[in-house]
């Protein structure tokens, strides 16, 4: 099953930073935005985590968790959220459990080939956990400001 605006997220378990577990629960009475990245310590990746973290008092006025994604390892994950100081958790699916929910992992080309990998994608849940509405294959610039006017727009 995949998610689809309107459903929650279906039942999952994947470890998570600060020796947590991200399950549908993680969220319970808060909105969610959960942000997938292709990987950590990249350009574009950075620079779209580094958004979240100068946004996160928004958030939190708007009761909204942010939760980011990729299939790095928890220790990649630990490293990242030290260097950029992040305020929040992220998600080590390195099995591609939550990748394969959300649909996200694409063919994309890089440097003449074709790779599989994360299309760079945001989900945002209302505070009862349903689904109200995605973006998919994003660019970076503005993105965190439409996520955060939608969060604010949401029950």
Known sequence: MTVAIGKPIPACAIPATSGLTFTPDSAKGKKLALYFYPKDMTPGCTAESGEFRDNIAAFTKANTLI???????????DNFRSKLELPFELVADTEEKLCQLFGVIKMKNMYGKQVRGIERSTFLFDSSGM???????LKVPGHVAEVLEAAKAAK
Do not use: A, I, M, T
Not at 67 to 77: A, C, F, I, P, Q
Not at 131 to 137: A, D, I, P, S, T
């Open 67 to 77: 939760v980011g994604v990729s299939r790095d390892s928890l220790k990649s994950h």
């Open 131 to 137: 689904l109200v509405k995605e973006w998919r294959g």
